[in-house]
């Protein structure tokens, strides 16, 4: 696996849905994103609305999240908090 692209702004919390703390698929949380491998593409996990990277390859419905290169090509961040 590559490694932990950095963020600015945001925080690398793994590879795949385990990375966003659910046993079972995605958890559905509005300050996680995922992130494209292929063009870095973020969007977010909140299933608020259909959204796609640019380039196409992750892509997110109503209830369903994914990418053409399996769960575990996701990069999960959460939104930094300011920081105290
Ligand atoms: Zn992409």
Redesign the pocket.
């Known amino acids: 696996m590559q490694p932990a692209p950095a963020l600015r702004g945001f925080r690398f919390l793994g590879w795949g849905p385990r990375a966003t703390g659910s046993y079972s698929g995605w958890a559905t949380r509005s300050d996680l994103y995922g992130r ?6 973020l969007v977010s996990l909140w299933p608020d609305q259909i959204e ?7 892509f997110k419905d109503l209830g369903r999240f994914g ?1 053409l290169d399996g769960d575990q090509s996701i990069a999960i961040y959460s939104k930094d908090g300011p920081t105290p």
């Open positions: 494209c491998g292929r063009c870095t593409g796609q990277c640019s380039c196409g390859a992750l990418h």
